[in-house]
């Protein structure tokens, strides 16, 4: 179908079906949906892979999943699915095609772009990815001086930095421990000042990742790097060769910042910024995990592209998560949904999601250009969930808003662990479980006063429940686990885009700061033009002047 020929879909009959079942819905508890069907908790739930599924203690009915289902057959999801992993150009702003699923693809499959097929390149990339990391990896690899490499430092931002960092946090257990690997993002200087001041220059690679190889932090910070290592060690230009590789699609700029496009590890502009770490920007990754667990990793990405690409409406996971999160967005004014890992190793993962759903869905105009009224992306957050217990919880539990919240947990610690902690995932477990049995069923005034609460404590005691979670359980987090979550969430966030009629593969709205920005620069310094800043800029840039003493 195409995106014009859609009715609005706040016009469709799919949607006012639905709102009128919200309306009959009413008050409706969990608790009520809960007694009303008792193979409900095992009823509700769906195994992709070795992801398990739970989501029972959701605000839903088998008439709500069905209405739900109609409307993104309504919507055409699964059009637009096929029209992706084909390779149609359905980023249409941009004019590409939105192919990370090729970026898993096997070997022999052919998934052309304008008429050629984009297999080959990929594990020709992933191939010299390989060798790469295996040279870094034993030592064969050495810096200028004839060191071997023991650092890595990542530079790069947005995609081109919380994919890989995030997943090197969750794979830590899986990595080569000897080898220190850092990630550099924020152009303040402290960043790359932190990353760099304890390392040996001799011994350390710098990865410059930029899809564009023109964002500007990227570039600041990658010739702060390179100025660094070549003061450092004493040494010319030459030396950039063995310390500095680049990952980009821009082979142009990154020879004219120095690097020799044979240390150059290539993607392509069907790979969104956001969908790209398990491209050659993962390059940090695998040589911190090597090329086997990179490639399980893609082989967990590729299981959930297939259990979307071919799993029944009723049975589709990304599917189910997409229109919960719609449901709940339009129709309990929901503005925010809760990641909340239970896992240590996952501390990153939310603010990877952050990226990848709310620039992906953040939008307020259509495919068309027409303005939507209809809730979008919802604003996504969370850490840790034990951290999160002891410090915000709080509000989900007795706040006055709706929260949907997902909670990801893991049957068995890491491998390596102390011996001497394994005894404390039971714990960590036993409050994964406990909270979304919280939150789900919450405590009755009955059973307060039961407890022999004070009658005016009462109501504070209370906790009213019906709060709305997924729960995912795995049996332990390895490298395929991560690329099945991570892909789960892509094609999640698909759905949704979908639905809401939105290009969730464009991301205009970050464009007018970075001109801005530009444009503020000069005026930082003592004597540059402010003549055309806003009132309160000009105001704020003299007091920084002031501060800063110019
Ligand atoms: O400014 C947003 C953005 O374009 C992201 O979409 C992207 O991931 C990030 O900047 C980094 O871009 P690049 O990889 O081209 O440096």
Redesign the pocket.
């Known amino acids: 179908m195409n995106a014009s020929d859609r009715t609005r879909l706040n016009q469709m009959p799919e949607w006012a079906a639905l709102a009128k079942h919200r309306e009959q819905l009413g008050e409706t508890h969990l608790r009520d949906l809960f007694a009303n069907d008792p193979g409900r908790g095992t009823g509700y739930t769906l195994q992709v892979g070795d992801l398990h599924l739970d989501y029972s203690k959701h605000l839903v009915s088998d008439e709500t999943l069905g209405l739900l289902r109609e409307l993104a057959a309504a919507t055409d999801v699964f059009g637009l699915r096929d029209a992706m992993f084909r390779g149609d150009k359905i980023n249409t702003t941009e004019d590409r095609a939105v192919l990370h699923t090729a970026l898993r693809a096997p070997r022999e499959a052919v998934i052309e772009v304008d008429g050629q097929n984009v297999v080959p390149e990929v594990h020709a990339v992933l191939d010299k990815m390989s060798a790469f990391s295996e040279k870094v990896r034993s030592g064969e690899w050495t810096g200028h001086t004839g060191k071997p490499i023991k650092n890595i430092v990542n530079i ?5 930095d919380l994919g890989p960092a995030m997943a090197y946090e969750v794979l830590r257990s899986f990595t080569q421990r000897d080898l220190t690997v850092r990630f550099v993002s924020n152009v303040d200087g402290a960043d790359l000042h932190e990353a760099v001041r304890d390392l040996d220059p001799a011994e350390t690679l710098f990865i410059i ?7 500007i932090e ?1 570039i600041t910070n990658a010739t702060s790097a390179r100025n660094w290592l070549l003061t450092e060690l004493q040494a010319g230009q030459e030396a950039v060769a063995k310390h500095f590789v680049a990952l980009s699609t821009n082979a142009e700029k990154v020879s004219e910042f120095g690097i020799d496009t044979a240390n150059m590890f290539e993607f392509w502009d069907w790979v969104g ?2 969908y790209s770490y398990d491209s050659a920007i993962g390059l940090s990754l695998m040589i911190a995990i090597g090329p086997d667990n990179f490639r399980e990793m893609l082989e967990g990405f590729r299981l959930v592209d297939e259990h979307f690409r071919t799993a029944p409406a009723e049975a589709n996971a990304p599917l189910l998560l997409g229109l919960l999160g719609v449901w709940y967005g339009a129709f309990f004014d929901a503005q925010s949904h809760a990641v909340l890992p239970y896992s240590h190793y996952l501390s990153k993962f939310t603010a990877y999601l952050q990226q990848l759903d709310m ?1 992906s869905n953040g939008k307020s105009v259509d495919r068309d250009g027409n303005p939507v009224d209809w809730q979008t992306g919802p604003v996504v957050w969370g850490t840790p969930g034990t951290n999160g217990q002891h410090a915000y919880y709080q509000l989900i539990h007795q706040g006055t808003k709706v929260i949907p919240a997902d909670f990801i947990g893991f049957a068995k610690p890491v491998d390596d662990l102390l011996p001497g902690l394994v005894a404390q995932h039971d714990l960590l477990m036993a409050n994964f479980f406990a909270q979304t049995q919280a939150l789900a069923f919450g405590k009755t005034p009955d059973e307060v006063r039961g407890e022999g609460v004070p009658e005016e404590l009462v109501t504070h005691k209370t906790f009213k429940g019906n709060h709305p979670t997924t729960t995912i359980l795995a049996s332990e987090l390895t490298p395929s686990v991560l690329g099945q979550l991570i892909a789960l969430y892509e094609h999640k966030v698909f759905v949704q885009g979908a639905i809401w009629n939105i290009d969730s593969f464009d ?1 205009w709205g ?1 464009e007018l700061g ?1 001109v801005l920005a530009k444009r503020v620069e000069p005026a930082l310094t003592e004597g540059a033009d402010v003549s055309g800043l806003d009132a309160s800029s000009k105001a704020l840039v003299a007091k920084y002047r002031e501060l800063r003493g110019r």
């Open positions: 790069g931002i947005g995609g081109s990742a930029s899809k564009t190889f023109t964002t990227t910024g956001r620039e991301q970050v970075k």
